[in-house]
């Protein structure tokens, strides 16, 4: 079975500070990958996505992620954090193909101090 | 338009009882997930329906059951509750439900077992 793994589970910056975000999955094959984000008080909502061709994707607000496919991972990219960003993140997996079953990592709550 | 809608919000029950949770998705829409969440983890993948077929099952008890009607509404039961059943039950929609779609997820059920 795949399973995903998001190594920080609290992190806590500066507003301006750089973020970035572990993500890692054991799945060997063809995978769909996604962030989503659940800001305080509001419903699971889609950060970005990967299927295929550029690995660097990027989505709102800002929010980039590379898939590096030698190493299993999707990491969750921002040059520079704001208060509003302060919110729990997900990693989810999906294979490619076949019945569709996701995977989500544990998630990792951001705050951002003003 | 119109997001996910889940009801009820909020739910009480003893165990050994029964709950049925509800789902509207979005509109167009043919494909309902259902998650349970537990408080400090992601979302944990219990149903998907496609077409008012079961297309996926994840590593729940026959406890748990779930339908899909005609409109594409579905529901969600749970005989005999257990205390480890307290959790937040979404449910999430997606057009076709392929694994390259992301969900669309609702507010969620909190339900709590006394």
């Known amino acids: 079975a795949q399973s995903v793994s998001q190594h920080n589970h609290h992190v806590i910056l500066s507003e301006a500070a750089s973020l970035e975000l572990g993500c890692n999955y054991s799945y060997g094959g063809t995978v769909n990958l996604f962030w989503y984000v659940q800001y305080p008080g509001q419903h699971l909502q889609l950060l970005l996505k990967?299927?295929?061709?550029?690995?660097l994707v990027k989505g709102i607000k800002g929010f980039e992620a590379e898939f590096i496919k030698s190493k299993f991972s999707f990491n969750l990219r921002k040059p520079s954090v704001q208060w509003s960003d302060t919110a729990e993140y997900f990693c989810a997996v999906s294979r490619s193909g076949g019945s569709y079953i996701p995977t989500f990592g544990r998630g990792t709550s951001l705050i951002v101090h003003p | 338009d119109a997001g996910v809608t889940q009801s009820p919000t909020h739910l009480i029950k003893t165990r050994g009882q029964q709950v049925t949770l509800r789902c509207s998705p979005i509109s167009g829409h043919k494909s309902v997930s259902w998650y349970q969440q537990v408080l400090g983890q992601g979302p944990q993948f219990i149903f998907q329906y496609y077409e008012k077929e079961e297309r996926g099952r994840g590593n729940f008890p026959d406890r748990f059951s779930a339908r899909q009607f005609p409109n594409y509404s579905s529901e969600l039961n749970v005989n005999a509750l257990l205390l480890g059943d307290s959790a937040l039950y979404l449910c999430?929609?997606?057009?076709?439900?392929?694994?390259?779609?992301?969900?669309?997820f609702g507010d969620g059920t909190r339900l709590s077992i006394l």
């Open positions: 990967y299927f295929s061709g550029d690995p």
């Open positions: 999430a929609s997606s057009p076709m439900g392929q694994g390259n779609q992301p969900q669309h």
